[in-house]
């Protein structure tokens, strides 16, 4: 019924706009009667985008699974479900987007759906970095990073009328996130030493004072010689290795140090 009522709303709004079509046509359209359209959309709006209530539900859910270890390859593996959605029916999606283009009540609607999505994603990353440092600016730059590189190829696909590739293209954008905030894949660790990961360009190693292991690490890392930067050693505490690129800001790279140590790092 649902599906029935929203096949019968956009089929009026293309036929005579959305704002000469009333609900009494939509449900004359359908065969039920007004009742039967308000249990299942609040507005016309909503007759609009039936679609995004499930697809909320199912990214929420994805999320809440938790299968994915890096927080940020799980949001953007949230956005896709999106992607799919839309590529899933080319031809009523590039519809719907010309018709929100001339709505300005439907261009709103649709910004208050996209939001959705993306205090979804927030959410979901305050929790996993709530022990970190400025966790929760993280979550909200991340979150906002995913629905903009998505919603840029995503429209740019709607704009030239669903041709080409959607997922392949939002799969291009998502990258551009993924390059700066997703964790890289570790190197291989020596015996004894502790691999950790951070944002694109760092990784390093961690173990205790004189286990060799992270020492060892350092050596293979640098390339063993004495111009290839040894980490410090202390006889009481840890040995850290970090690499990083040369650009690296120092906040991310003490950041991630601090990250490892459980502790604050004496900042320089």
Same mark, same amino acid.
């Given at each position: 019924m649902r599906e029935t009522l929203a096949e019968a709303a956009f089929q009026l709004f293309l036929e005579r706009g959305f704002e000469r079509t009333t609900v009494d046509e939509i449900v004359a359209r359908a065969g039920v009667g007004r009742r039967s359209f308000f249990r299942y959309f609040p507005s016309k709006e909503d007759a609009v985008f039936p679609d995004h209530e499930r697809c909320l539900a199912d990214m929420t859910a994805l999320l809440a699974r938790g299968?994915?270890? %890096?927080?940020?390859?799980?949001?953007? %593996?949230?956005?896709?479900?999106?992607?799919?959605?839309?590529?899933?029916?080319?031809?009523? !999606?590039?519809?719907?987007?010309?018709?929100?283009?001339?709505?300005?009540?439907?261009?709103?609607?649709?910004?208050?759906?996209?939001?959705r999505y993306e205090r979804t994603m927030a959410g979901f990353l305050r929790e996993c970095w709530s022990g970190g440092p400025d966790g929760a600016l993280r979550a909200e730059v991340v979150a906002a990073a995913v629905v903009a590189a998505h919603n840029n190829a995503l429209r740019a696909w709607l704009r030239s009328?669903? !041709?080409g590739d959607a997922e392949a293209a939002v799969e291009h954008a998502l990258g551009t996130v993924l390059d700066v905030w997703a964790r890289p894949a570790a190197p291989a660790a020596a015996p004894g030493a502790e691999a950790f990961a951070g944002p694109a360009g760092f990784a390093g190693f961690a173990g205790p004072a004189g286990s060799g292991g992270a020492a060892g690490a350092n050596a293979a890392l640098s390339g063993g010689g004495p111009g290839g930067g040894p980490a410090e050693v202390s006889a009481d505490g840890d040995v850290v290795v970090m690499v990083a690129r040369r650009d690296a800001p120092l906040w991310r790279v003490v950041q991630q140090v601090e990250a490892v140590l459980g502790t604050p790092a004496r900042h320089c």
């Open positions: 299968t994915e270890p %890096d927080p940020v390859r799980a949001v953007c %593996d949230a956005a896709r479900l999106v992607t799919r959605m839309y590529a899933a029916k080319p031809e009523f !999606s590039v519809q719907r987007y010309r018709l929100t283009q001339e709505v300005p009540g439907l261009r709103t609607y649709e910004l208050s759906v996209v939001r009328g669903g !041709s």
